[in-house]
C-alpha cells in the first residue's frame, strides 16, 4: 500500500514550504511526498522541494486541471474567495491509497505519517480543537442546525481543513460532482465570513460520504492541541511540549508568521535548518509571546 503525502504551494508560500518540508525530513527521509501547485506561480518552489527534499510534482497536471475546472463550473463566477484552494480536491484521485494533507503553514514534531496508521480501520482522519472552539464557524452556518441537514453528533465532527488525512478513492469522480452539486445548490449552508474556501466544502464532503471518522484529539491519550495561537506551549529541543506532552505539530491558523508573531524562532529555526540564517533575520522585534508583551507595554509607555 502506498502511503505518503500531499501539499499545496505556490512561490509565494515559499519559506513556509520550506520550514515544513525541514521538519517533515528531519524525523523521515523516505516518505512519499506530493507538490500540488497552487497556481502557475510555482515553478521556483517546486524545483527547490524536487531538488532538497525529493518532493514529486503531482504526477498528472491535465486531470488537476480538468478536475478544477469542473469544480468552478459547478458553483460558478464568484461563488469562492480563493477557488484555486480547491485544487487539493484532486488528492482523493492521486497516486498515494493513504495520503496525509499539509498546510505549508505547519511544521512537525514526529515522524508524521505514522498518523496515518489509523486509517486502517477508518476513512477520514484529522486533529484538532476546531469542533471545541470555533464550533461551527467558518464551516457550516446556523442553518445547517435549523434545517437538521446534519445530525448533533455529525457536527461534532467538524474539522480544520490544515491537516487530515484520508483515503484514495473515497468516492469517485461522478459521486464528487454530485455532492458538490448539492453544495452549490444551498450556499446559505456554508459559513463564508472569513474568506474561507476549501474548509467549509471539505467538511461538506466528508460528513456526506463517510461514517468511520476519526479525530485524534478525541481519544483516551489525551491529544495535545496544535494552535500557534495557543500560548502556553513550551519548547524544548526545537520541540513544542503542553505540559509533559509533545505537540504532534503546530499550525499557524490565521496567526501571523512574522517578526514577532507567536513561536517565530521555532519557525526560524526550521526555515534555516542546514543552511545559514540570513543576518536581517535577527534583527526583528522581540520574539514569541514575550515579544508581544514587550511590545504592548512599549505602546502604552508611549501613548
Request: net charge negative.
Amino acid at each position: 500500500m502506498t502511503r505518503g503525502m500531499y501539499i499545496v504551494a505556490n512561490d509565494k508560500v515559499y519559506d513556509n514550504s520550506v520550514a515544513l518540508l525541514n521538519s517533515i525530513r528531519l524525523y523521515d527521509q523516505n516518505v512519499p511526498i506530493y507538490l500540488i501547485p497552487y497556481d502557475e506561480n510555482s515553478q521556483k518552489v517546486a524545483e527547490v522541494l524536487k531538488e532538497r527534499y525529493r518532493v514529486e510534482l503531482f504526477p498528472d497536471l491535465d486531470f488537476l486541471h480538468k478536475l478544477t475546472g469542473n469544480v468552478l463550473e459547478i458553483f460558478g463566477e464568484g461563488f469562492f474567495a480563493r477557488p484555486n484552494n480547491l485544487r487539493k480536491l484532486v488528492q482523493w484521485f492521486g497516486p498515494l491509497e493513504q495520503f496525509l494533507y499539509i498546510d505549508t503553514d505547519i511544521v512537525v514534531f514526529s515522524p508524521i505519517i505514522e498518523t496515518l496508521n489509523y486509517l486502517d480501520e477508518y476513512e477520514f482522519i484529522c486533529c484538532d480543537f476546531h469542533f471545541k472552539g470555533r464550533k461551527l464557524a467558518d464551516i457550516f452556518s446556523p442553518v445547517v442546525v435549523e434545517k437538521s441537514v446534519f445530525t448533533a453528533a455529525e457536527l461534532e465532527d467538524v474539522f480544520n481543513g490544515g491537516f487530515w488525512g484520508s483515503r484514495r478513492d473515497l468516492f469517485s469522480e461522478a459521486e464528487l460532482y454530485e455532492l458538490l452539486k448539492e453544495a452549490a445548490a444551498h450556499r446559505e449552508y456554508f459559513d463564508f465570513t472569513r474568506k474561507t474556501t476549501c474548509q467549509p466544502i471539505l467538511n461538506w464532503l466528508i460528513l456526506k460520504s463517510t461514517t468511520k471518522r476519526l479525530n485524534l484529539v478525541k481519544l483516551p491519550h489525551k491529544e495535545p492541541g496544535s494552535w500557534a495561537g495557543s500560548p502556553q506551549f513550551q519548547e524544548k529541543d526545537h520541540i513544542l511540549y503542553d505540559g509533559e506532552t509533545p505537540l504532534r505539530y503546530l499550525h499557524w491558523a490565521g496567526q501571523a508568521m512574522k517578526p514577532g508573531g507567536p513561536y517565530r524562532d521555532l519557525w526560524e529555526y526550521y526555515r534555516y535548518l542546514g543552511e545559514e540564517k540570513p543576518v536581517t533575520v535577527d534583527k526583528v522585534e522581540p520574539q514569541g509571546w514575550q515579544g508581544f508583551k514587550q511590545i504592548k507595554n512599549r505602546l502604552l509607555k508611549n501613548r
